[in-house]
């Protein structure tokens, strides 16, 4: 299967490409809603003009269509790619900042049991004295994770958009 999906997806992007399949296939099926409703959403009018004027300079026609298809082919699966990994990378740090929440969260709850507690045990049965002015560092465990959260997650992210966008960008170079 992986080694078809490769070979099925230039094919099917070169036959929806093809502009012989868009002017009798798709367009003659197409409810003039959806088509209008296209044209509103995306640049198509706009897109073919410049097709028309590219075609006008460019004396082999196959080429130029050949190569459009391999862009539009490279494109979509680098962009669909970073999709991805910037959907993973917001996940991940929204479970940061959820961490973050948390720690305020918690110190609230415990501040609270300590009025409960004031002189007496904790619900662990052991004595809780603190020294007048001292401060538990609750923040330690979130600042501790920082490093690891920048190695594992912000540069291999900033490292995948740069070589994604690079190989998109020279894709033809």
């Not at 993973?88 to 900042?97: C, G, I, N, P, V």
Request: net charge positive.
């Amino acid at each position: 299967l992986l080694l078809l999906t490769l070979p099925l997806c230039l094919a099917i992007t070169r036959t929806l490409s093809n502009p012989t399949f868009l002017t009798t296939h798709l367009v003659q099926y197409t409810p003039t809603f959806v088509h209008d409703a296209f044209h509103y959403m995306f640049p198509i009018t706009e897109l073919t003009a410049s097709y028309d004027i590219i075609t006008n300079f460019v004396s082999n026609k196959t080429l130029l269509h050949d190569m459009i298809c391999h862009l539009g082919f490279v494109t979509c699966h680098i962009q669909m790619g970073l999709g991805h990994i910037g959907i993973a990378f917001l996940t991940s740090e929204q479970r940061r900042k959820n961490m973050l929440i948390r720690m305020d969260v918690d110190n609230e709850n415990d501040d609270n049991e300590e009025e409960k507690n004031a002189g007496g045990s904790s619900s662990s049965g052991k004595v809780t004295k603190k020294k007048k002015g001292e401060k538990s560092d609750i923040s330690r465990k979130f600042r501790r994770s920082a490093p690891a959260f920048i190695f594992f997650t912000v540069l291999p992210y900033m490292f995948q958009i740069i070589f994604f966008g690079n190989l998109n960008k020279f894709a033809f170079i």
